[in-house]
């Protein structure tokens, strides 16, 4: 979550096909059989980069994961379903982050750095 915050904050004029494109990416790196030649977006595979370093450090269930962004997927189409031309998917996702975690969202804007350093929000 982080991780796509940190990278679609710092863009202007981000659509909803683009998250779905980058957790399209997450999910077919995670994905046990590879496909040769497929890649995705560059925000895809920029987040897929920081994440992997991120899962080095702080390893999940891959099986979960999937899961978890099949169900992502799912929800992003449902609630935006004309994804490929609206921002409201990514709008509500941006606002929910900066209010359920301003003091993380201040700290990454004020190190200026283009990394988080965890997957999930500190509970509150």
């Given at each position: 979550?982080?991780?796509?915050?940190?990278?679609?904050?710092?863009?202007?004029?981000?659509?909803?096909?683009?998250?779905?494109?980058?957790?399209?990416?997450?999910?077919?790196?995670?994905?046990?059989?590879?496909?040769?030649?497929?890649?995705?977006?560059?925000?895809?595979?920029?987040?897929?980069?920081?994440?992997?370093?991120?899962?080095?450090?702080?390893?999940i269930d891959l099986e979960?994961?999937?899961?978890?962004?099949?169900?992502?997927?799912?929800?992003?189409?449902a609630f935006s379903p004309?994804?490929?031309?609206?921002?409201?998917?990514?709008?509500?996702?941006?606002?929910?982050?900066?209010?359920?975690?301003?003091?993380?969202?201040?700290?990454?804007?004020?190190?200026?750095?283009?990394?988080?350093?965890?997957?999930?929000?500190?509970?509150?």
């Amino acid at each position: 979550d982080n991780l796509f915050y940190v990278h679609f904050s710092r863009r202007s004029g981000g659509q909803d096909w683009e998250v779905l494109s980058a957790l399209g990416e997450i999910r077919r790196q995670l994905s046990p059989v590879t496909i040769p030649g497929v890649s995705g977006l560059a925000a895809g595979e920029e987040i897929w980069k920081d994440l992997k370093a991120i899962l080095d450090q702080q390893p999940i269930d891959l099986e979960m994961g999937r899961r978890v962004l099949d169900k992502l997927l799912e929800n992003l189409k449902a609630f935006s379903p004309d994804y490929h031309h609206s921002n409201r998917f990514l709008t509500g996702f941006l606002g929910y982050v900066e209010s359920a975690a301003p003091e993380m969202v201040e700290k990454l804007k004020q190190s200026r750095s283009r990394e988080a350093t965890s997957l999930i929000f500190p509970a509150r």
